[in-house]
T-cell receptor, first 110, second 113 residues
Framework: GQQLNQSPQSMFIQEGEDVSMNCTSSSIFNTWLWYKQDPGEGPVLLIA?????ELTSNGRLTAQFGITRKDSFLNISASIPSDVGIYFC??????????FGSGTKLNVKP | EAGVTQFPSHSVIEKGQTVTLRCDPISGHDNLYWYRRVMGKEIKFLLH????????ESGMPNNRFLAERTGGTYSTLKVQPAELEDSGVYFC???????????FGSGTRLTVV
């Protein structure tokens, strides 16, 4: 079945630094999503990507849908303490079904 | 608009006991999903309801898991009897459309001891 490899597993960075994380797969996906999960909460959608090669920004977040449709990256610029959380990528396959990565845990030191 | 609501937020039960998780989706969302995240791993699909019908239950681990959505509103996920490996966070999500991702609930953290 579909599987996403998300990296890195965790990151410890200083406030103000830029962050990059990515997901790769051997499978092709129709849509890529990036979610953030705060402690004790459910994942919240950050960015959705619908076309291969698409580059989309949401404030300090930028994500790209890989041209091969098998990968995506998420960048966060000028990180702040509230960026702390777990970031998940998700690829859509089939009817409204998503395969999630194992998450990237981001820690930001003030 | 109320979000997706899950009850309870935490549950600690002994191996062999039964637990029932509940999910109230966003009003009007026909699509309801159950997902599970075992510690440190990916969020894995369990099943998908469209209204009261099971559209896809290919992710259900085994027959100890039973999901229902009577009347097409809230859903329950029952684990009977619970095993240690069932521990994890169970997320419910709902959506109107297939192309805009889900709205997740805050999850139920299940611990089987």
């Amino acid at each position: 079945g579909q599987q996403l490899n998300q990296s890195p597993q965790s990151m410890f960075i200083q406030e103000g630094e830029d962050v990059s994380m990515n997901c790769t797969s051997s499978s092709i996906f129709n849509t890529w999503l990036w979610y953030k999960q705060d402690p004790g909460e459910g994942p919240v959608l950050l960015i959705a990507l619908y076309k291969a090669g698409e580059l989309t920004s949401n404030g300090r977040l930028t994500a790209q849908f890989g041209i091969t449709r098998k990968d995506s990256f998420l960048n966060i610029s000028a990180s702040i303490p509230s960026d702390v959380g777990i970031y998940f990528c998700a690829g859509q396959y089939g009817f409204n079904k998503f395969c999630f990565g194992s998450g990237t845990k981001l820690n930001v030191k003030p | 608009e109320a979000g997706v609501t899950q009850f309870p937020s935490h549950s600690v039960i002994e191996k062999g006991q039964t637990v029932t998780l509940r999910c109230d989706p966003i009003s009007g969302h026909d699509n309801l999903y159950w997902y599970r995240r075992v510690m440190g791993k990916e969020i894995k699909f369990l099943l998908h309801f469209v209204k009261e019908s099971k559209q896809d239950e290919s992710g259900m681990p085994n027959n100890r898991f039973l999901a229902e959505r009577t009347g097409g509103t809230y859903s329950t996920l029952k684990v009977q009897p619970a095993e240690l490996e069932d521990s994890g966070v169970y997320f419910c999500a709902s959506s109107l459309d297939s192309n805009y991702g889900y709205t997740f609930g805050s999850g139920t953290r299940l611990t089987v001891v």
